[in-house]
């Protein structure tokens, strides 16, 4: 089993000891590119393990620790991952398949990078959890704490959606709003910093991206995906970007199988974002992504960051991949749209991948006969307000059945036979 030798700068490489994931790299920062860090194991992660060797149990992302920083055995697991990959014929989008992390245990796709960072703060001793978030992953943070046994304090704005803060205090986590963005960084690096604690998420600015143990957890969604096909991996995979950790950690998952030969190729990957922070780096040869508030205020408030994240931007440039900035009207479409024609209710955020394969399918970038992978990161019960603006409101019928057909006509446009 491969242990944990050093955290490697995503840009440069240079390494560091497996303890620095509290900061990023310096020499990048000094570079104006400053740049996250991953893990470099001392073997090959998976080898020795033949793709019909991988084990079906434990029922959670850690039948893949062969890949990880630490065994099933020590791992703080909620059941997380093994989410349904679906085809989503009748969106119109061609050979589209839609990765449904809303199944996880706190419904999306932070609960794996909750349970990697959960895992390995306990092995480093940790007394105190703190994250950063609007939502999703304050509460997959939350949540792996309580499992845990450890305190967790959670920063999040006013405003943010309330379903999201209801879910962090469910699970006894201390939340803090702030009213000003920019104190979550102040406050959340002064108890990292003079107080130890252990943070899940980004906690300083321009923000690099999240604890590089956690994003291990993302690579189980590419080796999920790969397994799914056969080992035939997919042409795209389209992701809602906002820091690029599922970027990163996906595009590092599918290298690793890729340098074991279970796979013969890797995707290319597309950022959907709001902000279009990646697309203009994208037209540059731009170090680090800028700082661009297009679409903002945006409903799709869990990827609302105005700046993209050097690690999201090398994914794309090295898969030779796309970014699109994505606006509020063809987010409200697409949650109507997968919720009606797939039965699927997505988050704002998480129908970004959508639009952004329906302008690329359209422009010829993605070819019509591509087979994609969209990863729907959380369900509509987070963020429910955009039902509410873009669809009629349920009416409230009195009287015989005569008013129901007529009311399904006026409010549905609905007649039967
Ligand atoms: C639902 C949802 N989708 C996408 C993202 C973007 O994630 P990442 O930082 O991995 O780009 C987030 C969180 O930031 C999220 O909560
Ligand atoms: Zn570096």
């Not at 007394?127 to 920063?155: H, Q, R, W």
């Not at 408030?301 to 090398?314: C, K, N």
């Not at 090295?318 to 009606?340: E, H, N, Q």
Request: with cysteine.
């Amino acid at each position: 089993m491969p242990q944990p030798s050093a955290l490697a700068c995503v840009r440069c490489g240079t390494r560091y000891p497996i303890d620095h994931y509290a900061q990023d790299c310096p020499n990048c920062r000094t570079a104006g590119a400053p740049s996250n860090l991953t893990v470099v194991y001392d073997s090959q992660p998976g080898a020795g393990l033949s793709r019909s060797d991988v084990p079906r149990r434990p029922a959670s992302l850690w039948r893949w620790d062969a890949f990880l920083p630490a065994r099933a055995d020590d791992a703080v697991s909620l059941g997380e991952g093994n989410t349904p990959l679906l085809p989503a014929p009748s969106l119109g989008l061609g050979d589209v398949w839609v990765k449904d992390e809303s199944r996880n245990p706190t419904w999306s796709f932070k609960d794996r990078l909750a349970s990697g960072a959960l895992t390995m703060a306990r092995r480093f001793g940790a007394t105190v959890i703190t994250s950063s978030s609007s939502g999703n992953a304050g509460a997959a943070a939350a949540a792996y704490a309580a499992k845990a046994g450890l305190p967790c304090v959670v920063f999040t704005f006013a405003g943010a959606s309330p379903p999201l803060v209801a879910q962090m205090r469910a699970y006894g986590a201390m939340v803090v709003v702030v009213e000003d963005k920019a104190d979550r960084w102040r406050f959340q690096s002064a108890g990292v910093r003079e107080l130890g604690w252990y943070p899940t998420s980004p906690f300083f600015g321009p923000v690099v991206g999240s604890n590089p143990y956690g994003m291990e957890g993302y690579k189980t969604i590419a080796f999920e995906i790969a397994e799914a096909f056969d080992w035939e991996v997919p042409d795209w995979c389209v992701l809602p970007v906002c820091y690029g950790d599922a970027l990163l950690g996906m595009w590092k998952g599918f290298e690793e199988l890729k340098a074991l030969g279970w796979i013969a190729r890797t995707p290319r990957f597309v950022a959907a974002e709001v902000s279009g922070s990646i697309a203009t780096a994208m037209a540059s040869d731009a170090a680090m992504p800028p700082d661009h508030p297009r679409n903002a205020p945006s409903i799709a408030t869990s990827i609302g960051a105005s700046q993209g994240t050097v690690q999201a931007l090398e994914v794309v440039r090295r898969s030779r991949g796309a970014a699109v900035a994505i606006d509020d009207d063809a987010l409200a479409r697409w949650v109507v749209t997968l919720g009606a024609k797939e039965g699927l209710w997505p988050e704002p955020s998480s129908v970004a991948p959508f639009a952004a394969i329906e302008r690329l399918r359209a422009q010829g970038v993605i070819a019509s006969d591509a087979r994609v992978v969209a990863l729907m990161t959380a369900g509509g019960l987070k963020d429910p307000a955009v039902i509410d603006t873009a669809l009629p409101a349920a009416p409230l019928v009195r009287g015989g059945f005569v008013d129901v057909l007529k009311a399904l006509r006026d409010v549905y446009g609905f007649s039967h036979g």
